[in-house]
């Protein structure tokens, strides 16, 4: 059903066929995928999903790339049992969706996922990456969990949490260029805060000509005037992860 203001420009994108390489568990009421590295580590990395939710084959693949450069990757399912958004859905329902799936009510999952990592997977130094309404949550963590030592929020959607800025610990923002749901006035006054309050290392990137969600949703042989910059936001989201943890 067509809605004029769609209060979210999130299609699926381009859907990857992928299975992925690492497994499902339960973590006490958490459903997760998990992927872990060749070579043992104690450095593992929360990959929190977007309102597609923790199966699209997408964010599995983001997880394994994790892996494939030496974390321990996991994707708990943060809307806990409730059914992610799809694309067929009417866009005017969104809104009423969105008020039980709160980016700023996971601290519960997120204590029981580091406890899971701490406890089973030997992890002593745990980072947060997230897309969208992931990113989004990505900001809430880095504002009041301190047992996280770094994040990368991945067009987080700033509206969430858009007069909070002391962050805890040292997070990279990622925003495009050309998003419909994240303008460009918004990303400057978040810069703005971030200078005024915050202590902690920090850096926001704004990728040329990118839509949302072009790290993770979009294909390199579909898109292959974006190649470059999906290949950056992912190098310069390692990147990252590899200098804070």
């Given at each position: 059903?067509?809605n004029?203001?769609?209060?979210?420009?999130?299609?699926?994108?381009?859907?990857?066929?992928?299975?992925?390489?690492?497994?499902?568990?339960?973590?006490?009421?958490?459903k997760?995928?998990?992927?872990?590295?060749?070579?043992?580590?104690?450095?593992?990395?929360?990959?929190?999903?977007?309102?597609?939710?923790?199966?699209?084959?997408?964010?599995?693949?983001?997880?394994?790339?994790?892996a494939?450069n030496?974390?321990?990757?996991?994707?708990p399912?943060?809307?806990?049992?409730?059914?992610?958004?799809?694309?067929?859905?009417?866009?005017?329902?969104?809104?009423?969706?969105?008020?039980?799936?709160?980016?700023?009510?996971?601290?519960?999952?997120?204590?029981?996922?580091?406890?899971?990592?701490?406890e089973?997977?030997?992890?002593?130094?745990?980072?947060?990456?997230?897309?969208?309404?992931g990113?989004?949550?990505?900001?809430?963590?880095?504002?009041k969990?301190?047992?996280?030592?770094?994040?990368?929020?991945?067009?987080g959607?700033i509206?969430?949490?858009?007069?909070?800025?002391s962050?805890?610990?040292?997070?990279?923002?990622?925003?495009?260029?050309?998003?419909?749901?994240?303008?460009?006035?918004?990303?400057?006054?978040?810069?703005?805060?971030?200078k005024q309050?915050?202590k902690?290392?920090y850096?926001?990137?704004?990728?040329?000509?990118?839509?949302?969600?072009?790290?993770?949703?979009?294909?390199?042989d579909?898109?292959?005037?974006d190649?470059?910059?999906?290949?950056?936001?992912?190098?310069?989201?390692?990147?990252?992860?590899?200098?804070?943890?």
């Amino acid at each position: 059903m067509a809605n004029e203001s769609r209060p979210c420009p999130c299609d699926i994108g381009d859907r990857f066929d992928y299975g992925g390489r690492g497994r499902e568990v339960q973590v006490e009421h958490i459903k997760a995928y998990v992927c872990k590295p060749p070579a043992s580590t104690d450095e593992a990395v929360v990959v929190i999903h977007d309102i597609f939710g923790w199966q699209l084959p997408n964010t599995r693949y983001m997880a394994d790339m994790l892996a494939a450069n030496g974390y321990i990757a996991i994707c708990p399912d943060f809307f806990v049992g409730q059914e992610a958004w799809k694309p067929s859905n009417d866009w005017a329902s969104f809104d009423v969706w969105l008020k039980t799936r709160n980016a700023g009510k996971i601290d519960k999952e997120v204590d029981v996922i580091l406890k899971y990592l701490s406890e089973q997977c030997g992890a002593k130094k745990i980072g947060v990456i997230g897309f969208c309404w992931g990113g989004a949550a990505v900001q809430h963590l880095m504002l009041k969990n301190p047992h996280l030592k770094t994040g990368v929020s991945l067009y987080g959607v700033i509206r969430f949490f858009e007069d909070r800025s002391s962050l805890l610990h040292p997070t990279f923002f990622i925003f495009a260029e050309k998003d419909d749901y994240i303008p460009l006035e918004q990303v400057t006054v978040l810069e703005q805060k971030l200078k005024q309050n915050c202590k902690v290392d920090y850096e926001v990137k704004i990728y040329p000509g990118q839509t949302h969600g072009f790290v993770h949703r979009k294909r390199e042989d579909i898109n292959p005037q974006d190649k470059p910059y999906i290949e950056e936001g992912r190098k310069d989201m390692i990147n990252w992860l590899n200098k804070y943890l």
